[in-house]
């Protein structure tokens, strides 16, 4: 007997018809001998219409009274769930986050989850319940109602397995697994069997949406067994884990981020601690920055360009504004029409064929490398907006065909 | 300062103009010095739609999951009309049943407030916080969500009036307050300045639903000074108190219902215990007998007629015809085109010139009757379905013409 976590997103019960189909997939799991745990996101667009009515009475809402809103969304899916096992003959009770023990910090709309107190969800095991618990929200210590913000369910997935010691959390969603690349968009991309937690992180922080970047971070933290596979059939997917097989292929997917901008302070004087002062202002203002490239300008002075997401910019660039004197610096220059594009695949570091590789086909497709980052599992090239899914396809050709 | 509870119905929040219109309410009361909470109920048809949305998946859901599903309805009102109080300047917190401390008992989809923990909302409103609580719905000790049945908000209302002893409960209705007779029907009908808990509660169970039932009996019991008015104004409506002025009207109300069926058990041997074994019959299974009446009938046998909400006849009827051998009758005969009009004002019992007047208002309609039941502060007649509007605008001219 094994302890599954299940979860499905909101186009997985869209309706009573795919309600119907995720209850049987369910309640297969537990007449195999499971105990199951399911976790439901809301249904198809209703988070989408809750902020809309919210929008009707103020274009900003207070945070805490938009989660007492969308987390209804999950409230209404889970009981519907919960019902159609029961009408299939399962027996199945809905929790919501907090009668799931679901606690998090008080940051409303993107709170973290603190840790889930288990003792409800194994009573409720112990007495052969399938659970069907809301995804994406939680309670704080303060008895108020969190969200964990766009995809948390997954992240509460994780939580849950790893709260309960899980055997494995499977994700089923829209698409078959993880694949090498897009597979809307490269026609030859490969369903891959199995990745590791890194470079599942790489590629899901790459725009790559098949699960929540904080729900890698989870799973990796506790070492819990994913599986992403799809939510219409049986057919295995792909497992998520922390050491793969050293064998097979070195690179694992070649994934585009098309949200990015770079800005450049242009002529700074050569002292140091001007580098520091530039991305300690960045950080004040919570903006994550990416590829960093350090040029030569005139007169001995210096040009630093970095990237950062395009939602950043506006803030980015007011606060450069403001500091300029303090920089010392003679302007900016921004460009957005830039897109990155990366391979991920562990042990990439040790195999230098591999970058060049990557250049090559760049190269033969003519298109021009702006900056290039690399770390222990990636590859990232800088480019123009208009070469981005070329790239991927050259890229993807080289390591895949 | 005063404590207000304010209470807003489906339709007073049924889109964002609505909303906005009672947070101005809500906000002026507090403005004016006043400590408030607000309990609403969903908006407009959402209860009902969530209810279809259950019936999509199975006709007889579990009773529990029903629960779970549409006290999302109140919990989506309310954090929508916390957000209008804030946009409007005011600084308001929605709460759900359980967070506000709303205790029930576990009878799902009718539960009853066993008491409202009061820590929570205490020291929100000594925060200087306006609070939305979520109507028609709490939480059992074991942290089940229950919901209170139809029309339960103002159950949950007054039931947070008493536990927090406020100084005023303000049902706040599509109606202006309770009148002599449904001014939808009757044209001269008139708003009553004040009437008792006890006349209040005959109204209400004759089906002039302008209250829940059970609020006007927790009301009674906590000598709650309750006030039923507008929602869209500001005109003073009817006070339901426990003591009223002796001077004025005897008669408060004329009122109809037509739910209602007369059952006849024929031909009973005349002797002790065969109505006693009728009528235990019916509380086993929780039916409500409300006028009887016993007749001689053939041979020295007897009668026994009495009334029953419609809704209970085909229990009442298949119980009956199993113990028809033990309490010896000969068979039965329902009719159930009658309806029930009644009389209501306290001190009619020692105004005997009130019953002749109702029996003259009818006999000059020739309406017949075939029943009559008298209490305290009621006479009730039984009358044929069709008769009944007339019956009642004739009872109405006679007492306020």
Redesign the interface.
Same mark, same amino acid.
């Given at each position: 007997m094994a302890l599954l976590v299940m979860k499905f997103g909101g186009s997985s019960v869209c309706d009573?018809e795919r309600?119907?189909s995720v209850a049987s997939i369910v309640k297969s799991a537990f007449d195999e001998g499971n105990q199951v745990v399911v976790v439901v996101s809301a249904m198809g667009d209703t988070t989408d219409d809750?902020i809309e009515? #919210?929008m009707?009475? +103020?274009k900003r809402?207070?945070k805490? /009274?938009?989660d007492?809103?969308v987390?209804?969304g999950e *409230?209404?899916s #889970?009981?519907?769930l919960?019902? #159609?096992i029961? @009408?299939i003959g399962g027996r199945a @009770?809905?929790l919501?986050g907090w *009668?799931a023990g679901v606690v998090t910090d008080t940051t409303y709309s993107s709170a973290r989850i603190k840790g889930v107190n288990d003792r409800?969800l194994m009573s409720e095991l112990g007495e052969n319940n399938i659970l069907v618990v809301t995804g994406f929200q939680g309670i704080t210590r303060t +008895? /108020?109602?969190t969200t964990l913000g766009r995809g948390g369910s997954d992240t509460s997935a994780v939580a849950i397995a790893a709260a309960l010691r899980a055997d494995r959390c499977i994700i089923y969603t829209d698409v078959d697994g993880v694949y090498t690349a897009d597979p809307r968009k490269v026609k030859n991309a490969v369903l891959l069997d199995e990745i590791s937690y890194d470079e599942m992180l790489e590629l899901s922080t790459l725009g790559a949406q098949v699960m929540h970047n904080r729900s890698i971070e989870l799973a990796k933290k506790y070492n819990i067994d994913l599986e992403v596979r799809s939510n219409t059939g049986e057919k295995p997917g792909t497992k998520i884990m922390e050491v793969i097989s050293v064998e097979g292929m070195i690179v694992k997917g070649v994934a585009k981020d098309e949200n990015i901008a770079t800005v450049s302070v242009l002529s700074i004087p050569d002292k140091p601690g001007i580098a520091f002062k530039i991305f300690s202002l960045m950080a004040q203002n919570k903006i994550n920055v990416d590829i960093i490239l350090q040029s030569e300008g005139r007169n001995g002075t210096q040009d630093i360009t970095f990237t950062i997401a395009s939602n950043n910019l506006d803030t980015a660039v007011s606060v450069l504004e403001k500091n300029m004197a303090s920089i010392g610096g003679q302007g900016l220059k921004i460009y957005e029409d830039v897109a990155k594009v990366s391979v991920v695949g562990s042990g990439m570091q040790s195999n230098y064929g591999v970058a060049s590789r990557v250049f090559g086909a760049l190269a033969g497709k003519r298109i021009n490398i702006r900056m290039i980052s690399t770390s222990e599992i990636k590859i990232s090239v800088l480019i123009d907006k208009v070469d981005a899914d070329k790239a991927v396809s050259a890229i993807h050709d080289e390591f895949f065909r």
């Open positions: 009573a309600i119907f809750l009515m #919210a009707s009475i +103020d809402p207070s805490r /009274e938009m007492m809103l987390s209804t *409230q209404v #889970a009981s519907l919960a019902m #159609a029961n @009408k @009770k809905s919501t *009668q409800r +008895d /108020e109602i």
